[in-house]
Nanobody, 118 residues
Framework: QVQLVESGGGLVQPGGSLRLSCAAS????????MGWYRQAPGKQRELVAS???????NYADSVKGRFTISGDNAKNTVMLQMNSLKPEDTAVYYC????????????WGQGTQVTVSS
């Protein structure tokens, strides 16, 4: 089993920045890909960004150029730097992980709320 714990959510004004962190523990050798999903009320869950153990990244079109995902393999952490935040970025953000390149993410954190509002 793998446990994921997020931190760093909160309230920020439009145009501001936030940095989310996720610490993985447990059977971390099962992890090959980590990422962040988000879900806003009334909207479908969206994969925001992902990163492989080798550092390959992928982003949703809605966040390209504004969000940056990075990982620290030594510390078993993944971060999401979010800049130029918009009200539509408001959502619960979930850290996710899986052991294969393909297929669904099998490990989920408890989620952290990000609210972008003036």
């Amino acid at each position: 089993q793998v446990q994921l714990v997020e931190s760093g959510g909160g309230l920020v004004q439009p145009g501001g920045s936030l940095r989310l962190s996720c610490a993985a523990s447990g059977n971390i050798f099962n992890i090959y890909v980590m990422g962040w999903y988000r879900q806003a009320p009334g909207k479908q869950r969206e994969l925001v960004a992902s990163i492989t153990h080798g550092g390959r990244t992928n982003y949703a079109d809605s966040v390209k150029g504004r969000f940056t995902i990075s990982g620290d393999n030594a510390k078993n952490t993944v971060m999401l730097q979010m800049n130029s935040l918009k009200p539509e970025d408001t959502a619960v953000y979930y850290c996710v992980a899986k052991g294969l390149v393909t297929g669904p993410f099998t490990y989920w954190g408890q989620g952290t709320q990000v609210t972008v509002s003036s």
